[in-house]
Each structure stands twice: as structure tokens, then as C-alpha cells.
């Protein structure tokens, strides 16, 4: 049986799981109302009382909250505790507008500590560990959030936060890091670094927790060559706490949900209605125990699917599958939904390619054109013309197919595209619309 924070709770009988899973709805819906006044005024128009919240499955009567909702609410109109019993405000990675602040007692950063705790020591983490933060610090929620639950279990932080990536690899090296905490982009590129420099055997790194975006299975392959790391995804989102939410644990079949702390719905993207295990569609999640900022049947944007067979290595809550993308990076090129990850998934395994791509949509009149720009790992001067267009015909053929729709691919240099410290940008958008 694998080690775990705490296995009570992780393992804990579906059936038992329910039963408290329950218990806190009811409470946390009755304390939404009555502390939130956006969610008994939601609730009161909808003719819903908490007291009807009888079974898990009455969740379904309560109406949705969306990020607009929460904006609406801005700064502290969706906290149901006055400031002064608040200790932490954190907020979304969004760069511009007016962010989304989130709060929390002293409790929900107690529960914070352990949710990532968990998603740690599913990945390998022990005491001994020495963790290196390269997260940016600040609002966003991914920096701290390790911070407190890699503190929790006892490994040594090294509160770098994102950037100076001289800096990185030197501390790296000179602090024999263990554990490396970052989006998968900046883990790429410090890979690429590392393979460039011939680094890796000068490193102790061992465990990568990577998070708050997607990272292909290509790309995570390349970033374990290159530096002789373990990753982890793991998923989580400010306005439910931050990471520690889902968390693959070293089997890497799914992302294990804190099921005690958050209960998830997968609904349809087209009519909203709740859909079955399986099903891949929208994640929305409701807070069951948070106190400074309760979110109910929040729609998180995330396109999964989840899964409630136990897992393999005990763990009995329900894993959700890598996020596929999210609701609003879908673009509509002529009429067709096209995701960046359908891009991600076309170039995986194809050698010639490294995992970076970038989709530029224009219009010209009223017509609409897409370009993927795909990096090459080879210098496409050593690369014959007959190759190189012989790669762009199987590439333009099969995204066709995939996308269902015409588009240019243009095949650039390596190391061309940009690189990312924080998340990674997929599309530039250059119409007017
Ligand atoms: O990104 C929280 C986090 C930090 C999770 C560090 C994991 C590690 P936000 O800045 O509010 O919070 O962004 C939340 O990021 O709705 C997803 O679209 C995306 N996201 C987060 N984790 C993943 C992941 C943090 N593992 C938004 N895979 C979410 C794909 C992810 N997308």
C-alpha cells in the first residue's frame, strides 16, 4: 500500500465517505445562505431552502456559480466572514482586469496545508526532501499553497518563486534539490536547459510537482529525460482553495479529488444537465467545509471526465482524468470548436517536433484562417526539403483531420517559440471580434 498524509481519510469506504460528504453539504449550504447574501439571494429565486438538501444528489436543485458571479462580488462580497476573522487573501493568476480575491480562516489554511500534504506524499515526498518553489509568489495561489503543505510534511522549501532561471539551475546544483514545484512550461524549459548544459548528473532532482496547467504526455516524457525527474499533475483553482484539490498520486491513473473537501458534478457544456461517471464534460465543484469563501456548484471552466472506481494504490476517492481544456480557450475557427489541446494531442510522439505550438487565427474580409506554428528540434537547415515538406504534409493531413478544418502549418526553428515562466499562452487571436 503506497504511504499517505492521511490514509484514514483517503481510504476511507465510499459508503462512510457519502455519509460525510452529506453531513458537510448540509452544513456548508445552510452556512452559504445564511453568511453569503449573493447565495441566498440565488438560492431564495430558485424557491430553494437549504432544509431540502436531503440527499447528495438534491445538490442538483442549487443553482450554478459562475466566475462572472464572483466578479459581481468583488472584493469581498462572496466571503461569509467579516476581515477580521480572515488571515489569508489570496487570488487568480489573471493578469488583467480586476482579479479574483479569495479568502481564508484560519481553518481553511489548515486544510489547505493538508490537502497538499496529500497531493506531496502521493507523489513521493517525504521529510527529507528538499523543495525548491518555482511558482511565482503573490496572489496566486500555487506558490504559497505548496509552500505550506510541503512545509507540513517536514521538507525544507526553498522559496525561489518564478524566474531568474540562472538562479534555478545554480540552487538546483548547489542545494542538491529534491523536489522541483512549477508549471510544466517552466519545467520544459528548465529541462531543455539542463539536457543543453549536461546537467542532469550534477542534479539530485527526483520529484517534479507540476501544476495549474496542462502538460502533454510528450512533454512530461521530455521534461523526465532531460532532468531524471518523477512529475506529478495536480490540479486545483483559487476559488476552491488553490492546489491540493486533485492530484495524481504515483500510479498516474487519474487525479485523486479531496472528496471530504470538495464535492465534484460533471455537467454538459451544451445544456448544463449533470452527466454520468465517464462522461467527458464540464467540472463543477462545491465546497464542503471552507469558511471564509463557501463556493457552491461552482463551474470551474475544466473539461474532465471522473472516475469512482477505487484506485490501485488504496486511495477510494474519485480520480478525474488530466484536464482536456478549458470551456474559454475553445477558439471558433469558421464555425468550428477548436481546443488547443486537439493541437498538443496531434504532435505528440512525432520525433521531429518538440512539444511547443502556438495557434495564430486572423481574418482576412470576412474569411477566418488558422496557423499552427510548430517547433522543430532539428535546425530545418540539416533537414532535407523533401523531409521537411514531407512533414508538413502528414502534419497538415492529420490535423485537418483531427480539427476538421484547413489550416497552415508553418514549421519554425528550434527554440523559436516562446517560452513561458508561469503558464503557457497557446493562441494569439489577432481578430477583431
Ligand atoms: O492554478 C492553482 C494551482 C496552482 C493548481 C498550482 C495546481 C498547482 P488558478 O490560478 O486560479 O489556480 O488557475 C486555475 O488553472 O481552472 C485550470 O484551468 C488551470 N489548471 C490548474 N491546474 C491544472 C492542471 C491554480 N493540473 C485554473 N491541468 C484552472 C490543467 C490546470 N489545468
Excluded at 522543430?376 to 476538421?404: A, D, I, V, W
Aim: hydrophobic residues 40%.
Amino acid at each position: 500500500m503506497a504511504t499517505m498524509w492521511q490514509q484514514e481519510i483517503e481510504m476511507m469506504p465510499r459508503k462512510s465517505l457519502e455519509a460525510l460528504q452529506l453531513e458537510r453539504l448540509k452544513w456548508s449550504v445552510q452556512y452559504s445562505y445564511q453568511n453569503v447574501p449573493f447565495y441566498r439571494a440565488k438560492m431564495d429565486e430558485n424557491g430553494i431552502k437549504p432544509t431540502d438538501i436531503k440527499n447528495l444528489s438534491d445538490l442538483q436543485y442549487l443553482p450554478y456559480t459562475t466566475k462572472e458571479d464572483l466578479r459581481q462580488c468583488y472584493p469581498f462580497g462572496a466571503f461569509a466572514q467579516p476581515c477580521k476573522n480572515l488571515v489569508r487573501l489570496q487570488g487568480s493568476s489573471g493578469t488583467t482586469g480586476k482579479p479574483t480575491l479569495v479568502g481564508y480562516t484560519r481553518n481553511d489554511l489548515n486544510n489547505w496545508s493538508d490537502l497538499v500534504a496529500r497531493i506531496a506524499v502521493a507523489a513521493g515526498v517525504t521529510c527529507e526532501d528538499i523543495a525548491q518553489i518555482s511558482f511565482g509568489y503573490g496572489l496566486f495561489t500555487g506558490a504559497l499553497g505548496l509552500h505550506q503543505g510541503l512545509e507540513r510534511v517536514g521538507a525544507m522549501v526553498v522559496p525561489l518563486s518564478s524566474g531568474n532561471t540562472e538562479r534555478q539551475l545554480l540552487m538546483m546544483e548547489d542545494l542538491q534539490t529534491s523536489v522541483l514545484v512549477a508549471t510544466p512550461s517552466y519545467g520544459l524549459y528548465l529541462s531543455e536547459l539542463i539536457a543543453e548544459r549536461g546537467l542532469k548528473d550534477k542534479l539530485n532532482l527526483r520529484i517534479g510537482l507540476f501544476g495549474s496547467e496542462s502538460c502533454s504526455t510528450e512533454a512530461r516524457r521530455m521534461i523526465e529525460r532531460n532532468a531524471g525527474i518523477f512529475v506529478t499533475d495536480n490540479y486545483g483553482m483559487s476559488e476552491l482553495i488553490g492546489p491540493g484539490v486533485a492530484g495524481e498520486c504515483q500510479l498516474r491513473q487519474g487525479l485523486h479529488v479531496a472528496e471530504d473537501h470538495f464535492l465534484p458534478e460533471i455537467i454538459s457544456i451544451e445544456n448544463q444537465e449533470i452527466l454520468g461517471e465517464g462522461k467527458v464534460g464540464e467540472l463543477v465543484m462545491t465546497s464542503l467545509t471552507k469558511e471564509a469563501m463557501p463556493i457552491i456548484r461552482y463551474r470551474t471552466g475544466d473539461i474532465t471526465c471522473i472516475n469512482y472506481e477505487p484506485c490501485a494504490c488504496g486511495r477510494t476517492h474519485a480520480r478525474i482524468d488530466k484536464i482536456k481544456g478549458r470551456v474559454d480557450d475553445m477558439i471558433i475557427v469558421k464555425g468550428v470548436n477548436v481546443f488547443p489541446s486537439q493541437v498538443e494531442n496531434a504532435i505528440a510522439g512525432i520525433t521531429a517536433l518538440s512539444p511547443h505550438y502556438m495557434l495564430v487565427v486572423q481574418r482576412d474580409g470576412i474569411m477566418d484562417s488558422l496557423e499552427v506554428k510548430l517547433e522543430l528540434k532539428q535546425n530545418p537547415q540539416f533537414m532535407g526539403c523533401e523531409e521537411k515538406h514531407r512533414l508538413e504534409t502528414m502534419l497538415y493531413t492529420k490535423l485537418r483531420s483531427l480539427l476538421g478544418l484547413r489550416v497552415k502549418v508553418t514549421l519554425v526553428a528550434p527554440k523559436s517559440l516562446e517560452r513561458f515562466q508561469g503558464k503557457a499562452k497557446h493562441v494569439i487571436d489577432l481578430r477583431n471580434i
